[in-house]
């Protein structure tokens, strides 16, 4: 292969020399899995080569039977994966190869924890692919021309991967790409035919593409795999192995999945679903506009990755494969917007995966633990993005409650409403920035003591899910830090009577802390939430929380303007104390009022000013 001149040595992106440190000590142990990163590599070079042939068929240069073709060479120490799919320009080669173009990749890597065993995790679900040919490689060659492309603009890139590695022209009369591996001293055993073949029917009996190799000691060719879409079996032809193997392709991930379903679909449509959860959350899981999981194939020909109009956002976690019989080999994604045979499949796709979530709950409650921990913070936008499978997803939440008052989300609406005292028609909850301040806030004094269970929600997106459901199965949903508390067939008829005479007792009070506070509060008024705190602050029932407030503020956002109600708490020795005070009221009642701001998560606009006024009163009871 004649050499060109343009050849220079390039620094790797800093991101990809600490993953190459990381990966090659953290997934030794799985070493293997570098050929079924290089397979899936060349398996998704000839489907995107597919799809643009679509509209420009002279892409495939008279060479249309699209294949993978693997050889070593014991002499040379040496593993290469041929394949003709669409190759590389010399600029793609420099932005796949010397570049992480990954969102959240400084996230990724703050995450590592230097525990080789969860790290292993962290960067399969990264996805690692080409590099981890440095696992068993002490150097790798790529040579490689994009389909289209004129046989002088072949580009050979070479690297030993300690950070830096050096690209040339070349010229390549056949479109693709070989990547050649000079394995290290200890990795004799991918040099053996029968080893070698057998881990690539492990890893590629899934891929479409025939995988290639000589018969041994014979100069005949042999297909290694069925090369036969997975999807496309029967399902009692297929093993569990070879649909986790399957998802590991898909989704480029190291670990099993949690659960897979795989049907096919008759009727005025005609499409096949292989849909898969993952057992762990990718790290770009809170990246809305990020990829989706979903393949689109038309009839086993591959359209397009991360199809997004075939799941909605809330489902973005699934991962797997979509095959249409119906749709136009042309498709494209404005025409997926428009299609309602795509508003159909998605329709039932959806449902498919609402199925497995639903015998996750009611069949495997560790797997199911284990979705809600992964997957739980975005399965709940749902609640406010599907509107016609509401009820279904509703009934899949999962809250901490101060029925055990543990922070692990295991209580539904349906536990709740079976543990419900007789006589009570709300179900009640509370929200706030952590788990700890939500259970310890002294708006649910009152519920503690009566025994009323308490959802416990502290996750950012709670506060929004809330403001799309108000009711489940007749029960309305009450925020205990909403509206005037009215427990109804809870509270008993002497209760009522006292808290109705202290209202007339403590009226005077109530209109002296209004004045002091003037338009720092909305209302003063007797409280019955609370059995040990002196105050509390609330909002009224269609005002927005102070949690949601806080959390707006946060993001730069404008809100309208709502201030609290204070109430108070008649049997407190601080209120009693303030019907006999005249001297230091006004203070007396700020203090009042930031304690009770302090305790439900609230900012101060003047903690200076409350120091003051707290250190003042202190002195002057101490000089009593």
């Not at 002088?152 to 030993?160: A, F, I, K, R």
């Not at 601080?574 to 019907?579: A, M, P, T, Y």
């Not at 009770?596 to 003042?616: H, Q, T, Y």
């Amino acid at each position: 292969m004649e050499k060109e001149i343009a050849k220079e040595t390039l620094g790797f992106q800093a991101e990809v020399k600490q993953l190459l440190k990381l990966m090659i000590h953290s997934l030794y142990s799985n070493k293997e899995i570098f050929l079924r990163e290089l397979i899936s590599n060349a398996s998704d070079a000839a489907d995107k080569l597919r799809f643009e042939a679509l509209t420009d068929s002279a892409l495939f240069e008279n060479d249309s039977e699209l294949k993978i073709r693997v050889s070593f060479d014991k002499d040379k120490r040496t593993i290469t994966l041929c394949d003709n799919g669409i190759g590389m320009s010399r600029q793609e080669v420099i932005d796949h190869i010397g570049t992480i173009a990954k969102s959240g990749t400084r996230e990724f890597f703050n995450s590592l924890t230097g525990d080789q065993a969860k790290d292993a995790h962290l960067i399969g679900q990264f996805g690692v692919g080409f590099y981890s040919s440095f696992i068993v490689a002490e150097k790798v060659e790529v040579i490689t021309r994009r389909a289209g492309l004129t046989a002088e603009h072949g580009v050979h890139w070479e690297s030993s991967g300690e950070g830096e590695y050096s690209l040339e022209n070349v010229t390549k009369e056949h479109r693709g790409t070989d990547v050649i591996l000079h394995l290290r001293k200890d990795e004799d055993e991918f040099l053996d035919d029968f080893r070698l073949k057998s881990i690539l029917r492990k890893y590629s009996d899934h891929i479409t593409l025939p995988i290639i190799m000589k018969k041994a000691d014979k100069d005949e060719d042999e297909s290694v795999n069925q090369a036969n879409a997975l999807w496309a079996r029967p399902k009692s032809e297929i093993t569990q192995e070879q649909y986790d193997e399957y998802y590991k392709h898909v989704a480029h991930d190291f670990e099993a999945p949690l659960c897979h379903i795989h049907t096919k679909v008759e009727g005025r449509q005609e499409y096949t679903q292989l849909l898969y959860i993952p057992t762990r959350a990718p790290f770009d899981l809170w990246d809305r506009e990020h990829r989706h999981g979903i393949k689109l194939y038309v009839r086993r020909v591959f359209i397009m990755d991360d199809a997004e109009q075939l799941m909605p956002h809330y489902l973005r976690f699934v991962r797997g494969v979509i095959d249409s019989n119906d749709l136009p080999l042309n498709v494209s994604r404005e025409i997926l917007q428009e299609s309602k045979d795509v508003e159909a499949i998605r329709a039932g796709s959806v449902k498919k995966v609402l199925g497995m979530v639903e015998d996750l709950a009611e069949n495997h409650q560790d797997k199911f633990k284990t979705f809600w921990s992964e997957f739980g913070r975005v399965f709940k936008e749902g609640v406010g993005e599907d509107f016609a499978n509401r009820e279904r997803i509703v009934k899949l939440l999962r809250f901490a409650s101060t029925h055990n008052d543990f922070e692990a989300q295991e209580v539904s609406l349906n536990d709740y409403i079976g543990r419900m005292k007789e006589g009570q028609d709300k179900i009640y909850y509370a929200t706030g920035e952590t788990f700890n301040a939500v259970k310890n806030s002294p708006q649910l004094e009152i519920f503690r003591k009566k025994g009323i269970e308490i959802l416990l929600l502290y996750e950012r997106i709670d506060e929004w899910v809330m403001t799309h459901f108000t009711e489940f199965e007749g029960k309305k949903l009450q925020s205990v830090a909403k509206g005037d508390l009215d427990l109804g067939q809870l509270e008993d008829a002497e209760e009522k009577k006292v808290r109705e005479q202290q209202v007339d007792e403590y009226k005077e009070l109530i209109n002296k802390i209004k004045d002091a506070l003037g338009d720092r509060v909305k209302e003063v008024r007797v409280t019955h939430r609370l059995t040990s705190s002196p105050a509390c602050v609330v909002k009224e029932q269609y005002d927005m929380s102070a949690n949601l407030e806080r959390m707006l503020k946060a993001m730069g956002q404008p809100i309208p303007s709502s201030e609290p109600i204070l109430e108070i708490n008649p049997q407190h020795p601080i209120v009693q104390r303030l019907k006999s005070e005249d001297a230091r009221f006004s203070d007396w009642s700020h203090l009042l009022f930031d304690q009770a701001l302090l305790a439900e998560g609230g900012e101060l606009e003047d903690p200076a000013g409350f120091v003051k006024r707290l250190n003042e009163l202190i002195l002057a009871l101490a000089s009593k």
